[in-house]
T-cell receptor
Framework: AQTVTQSQPEMSVQEAETVTLSCTYD???????LFWYKQPPSRQMILVIR??????QNATENRFSVNFQKAAKSFSLKISDSQLGDAAMYFC??????????????FGTGTRLTIIP | DGGITQSPKYLFRKEGQNVTLSCEQN?????MYWYRQDPGQGLRLIYY???????QKGDIAEGYSVSREKKESFPLTVTSAQKNPTAFYLC???????????????FGQGTRLTVV
């Protein structure tokens, strides 16, 4: 069974600094997607960044980037130049690609990020 | 506008009653999911469906039931067998997995269910 682990329940960072959120996953599949979602106090889930497992290049989206280590099954999120609006719960998620359906989307337990002004 | 809609936003239920949460999407997505979120917890998968008239149990399906009679709709029923139903429920939808890159899940705004 696929599992996603986020070992940091809470993190804090000074505004304008850089922070890295950790995520590891367990799977026997070779073809899958990884995601980072953000959930602000409104509780609306917002996609931050996506990584395809078959791509070696790490995904980046403006101030957000990932460090994808497929062999280590690690998928960390780096937020540069942290802003007050980045304060939220961050969830790591895994989804494998199947030709036969059963494409479960599994989430970690989340990391609550606080931005210190 | 395309999107995924959950209703109602807040729902109160008396103990022993069944209640149905609505989830509708007009994104033409094949896959739909129901998650439960408790305070300070992650998203736990209740049920998911890849095609019409087919669905699979997630990690915490006991006390819940679903149907998928139409592609656009995936209602969740919280039955009286669910011992602790008070929680925040999120519905999501996505394209089937492939290598086009369009596989992220889109979420509704959630339903807060409270048992009174």
């Amino acid at each position: 069974a696929q599992t996603v682990t986020q070992s940091q329940p809470e993190m804090s960072v000074q505004e304008a600094e850089t922070v890295t959120l950790s995520c590891t996953y367990d799977t026997s599949e070779s073809d899958y997607y990884l995601f980072w979602y953000k959930q602000p106090p409104s509780r609306q889930m917002i996609l931050v960044i996506r990584q395809e497992a078959y791509k070696q290049q790490n995904a980046t989206e403006n101030r957000f980037s990932v460090n994808f280590q497929k062999a280590a099954k690690s998928f960390s999120l780096k937020i540069s130049d942290s802003q007050l609006g980045d304060a939220a719960m961050y969830f790591c998620a895994y989804r494998y690609i199947s030709n036969f359906g059963n494409e479960k989307l599994t989430f970690g337990t989340g990391t609550r990020l606080t931005i210190i002004p | 506008d395309g999107g995924i809609t959950q209703s109602p936003k807040y729902l109160f239920r008396k103990e022993g009653q069944n209640v149905t949460l609505s989830c509708e999407q007009n994104l033409n997505h094949d896959a739909m999911y129901w998650y439960r979120q408790d305070p300070g917890q992650g998203l736990r998968l209740i049920y998911y469906s890849q095609i019409v008239n087919d669905f699979q149990k997630g990690d915490i399906a006991e006390g819940y039931s679903v149907s998928r009679e139409k592609k656009e709709s995936f209602p969740l029923t919280v039955t009286s067998a669910q011992k602790n139903p008070t929680a925040f429920y999120l519905c999501a939808s996505s394209m089937r997995g492939d290598r086009t890159g369009n596989t992220e899940a889109f979420f509704g705004q959630g339903t807060r269910l409270t048992v009174v």
